[in-house]
């Protein structure tokens, strides 16, 4: 069973950046596209970024796509976003997790939470 462990997120002001982690145990990292999701109160988890197998970012949030930026590291067993000029509505929880269905994603880490004041 997939066990992930989100990381690096904090408190920042508007602008700033940071980097998130995900270590990720239990699959082949390299057999799998991998996403980041982010939820807030109140509000579902929400998918916005994700790699391919090969490398290739998808934006799912147009919001995100000059400021987001998703890099794997297959021999880490390790998925990172990288977030830039952040903003207030950024705010929430992020997750990562495979490219699968909704039902089939049955395991979720921790989270990272992620605040950014205006």
């Known amino acids: 069973q997939v066990q992930l462990v989100e990381s690096g997120g904090g408190l920042v002001q508007a602008g700033a950046s940071l980097n998130l982690s995900c270590a990720i145990s239990g699959i082949h990292l390299s057999a799998n596209a991998m996403g980041w999701y982010r939820q807030t109160p109140g509000q579902q988890r929400t998918l916005i970024i994700s790699?391919?197998?090969?490398?290739?970012?998808?934006y799912y949030v147009d919001a995100i796509k000059d400021r987001f930026t998703i890099f794997r590291d297959d021999a880490k067993n390790t998925v990172y976003l990288r977030m830039d000029n952040l903003k207030p509505e950024d705010t929430a929880v992020y997750f990562c997790n495979q490219i699968l269905p909704p039902a089939s994603l049955t395991s979720w880490g921790q989270g990272t939470q992620v605040t950014v004041s205006s």
């Open positions: 790699i391919s197998r090969s490398g290739n970012p998808y």
